[in-house]
């Protein structure tokens, strides 16, 4: 498959151009995305936007190329504010608790990210599509919204000084917006964050004090 020089690499993938109707997500490790391109494809048929997959086979995931900034880089160039960005999100997670469980028939379950954030929330001309479903399982809303908090907390905490700045301004934000219970779930959060491979040290080690600063919201 011929494509072009990356479009950007992620902690564990790179996402190269094919046309300019495609784009291909390689993963590095050694993992099958067939379970990633199933819970995407379950979610296109509730109405949740994600990219339409095209091909999907041992590393390699083929998707509709969607034109626009992430959430992220809109919010750094001040293209999007804070407000509107907790909404994005908050949003995006109010959607997703209207999608039943996948692989479970507990009604109270649904499908989670489980790595919601701005750089995951890409700003397409139809609408925030969101993207990086590696990590999505069935499971409790809250958990997800919790895990949300923990990683926008953790680039609070950081030592980069502009996204620290609008984390600090949009975890408060976010947790206004998405409503729930999030802090009841946020020990779970931390424990599943802290096994996550991809992690620095540096990052694992500020665990506590990001897991402080959502407690810390009311």
């Given at each position: 498959?011929?494509?072009?020089?990356?479009?950007?690499?992620?902690?564990?993938?790179?996402?190269?151009a094919?046309?300019?109707?495609?784009?291909?997500r390689?993963y590095?490790?050694?993992?099958?995305?067939?379970?990633e391109?199933?819970v995407?494809?379950y979610?296109?048929?509730?109405?949740?936007?994600?990219?339409?997959?095209?091909?999907?086979?041992?590393?390699d995931?083929?998707?509709r190329?969607?034109?626009?900034?992430?959430?992220?880089?809109?919010l750094l160039?001040?293209?999007?504010?804070?407000?509107?960005?907790?909404?994005?999100?908050?949003?995006?997670?109010?959607?997703?608790?209207?999608?039943?469980?996948?692989t479970?028939?507990?009604?109270?379950?649904?499908?989670?990210?489980?790595d919601?954030?701005?750089?995951?929330?890409?700003?397409g001309?139809?609408?925030?599509?969101?993207?990086?479903?590696?990590?999505?399982?069935?499971?409790?809303?809250?958990?997800?919204?919790?895990?949300?908090?923990?990683?926008?907390?953790?680039?609070?905490?950081?030592?980069?000084?502009?996204?620290?700045v609008?984390?600090?301004?949009?975890l408060?934000?976010?947790?206004?917006?998405?409503?729930?219970?999030?802090?009841?779930?946020l020990?779970r959060a931390?424990a599943l964050?802290?096994?996550?491979a991809?992690?620095?040290?540096?990052?694992?080690i500020?665990?506590?004090?990001?897991?402080?600063?959502?407690?810390g919201?009311?």
């Amino acid at each position: 498959m011929s494509f072009s020089v990356p479009l950007g690499s992620g902690r564990d993938a790179d996402v190269f151009a094919i046309d300019a109707e495609r784009v291909l997500r390689r993963y590095r490790g050694d993992m099958d995305v067939a379970a990633e391109a199933a819970v995407m494809a379950y979610l296109a048929e509730h109405g949740f936007p994600v990219p339409a997959v095209y091909h999907a086979a041992g590393t390699d995931l083929v998707m509709r190329r969607v034109p626009g900034p992430t959430l992220l880089t809109a919010l750094l160039t001040t293209e999007v504010d804070v407000s509107s960005a907790a909404g994005v999100l908050a949003d995006l997670h109010h959607r997703l608790r209207r999608v039943p469980a996948r692989t479970s028939r507990d009604p109270a379950l649904r499908v989670l990210h489980m790595d919601l954030h701005p750089g995951n929330v890409l700003l397409g001309p139809d609408g925030p599509v969101l993207i990086d479903w590696r990590n999505s399982a069935d499971g409790a809303p809250d958990l997800d919204a919790a895990m949300t908090a923990l990683i926008l907390a953790q680039a609070a905490v950081g030592d980069e000084h502009d996204l620290l700045v609008t984390a600090r301004a949009l975890l408060p934000a976010f947790l206004d917006a998405v409503g729930g219970e999030p802090q009841r779930e946020l020990a779970r959060a931390v424990a599943l964050r802290g096994a996550d491979a991809n992690l620095t040290h540096r990052e694992v080690i500020a665990l506590p004090r990001a897991e402080e600063l959502v407690r810390g919201h009311r």
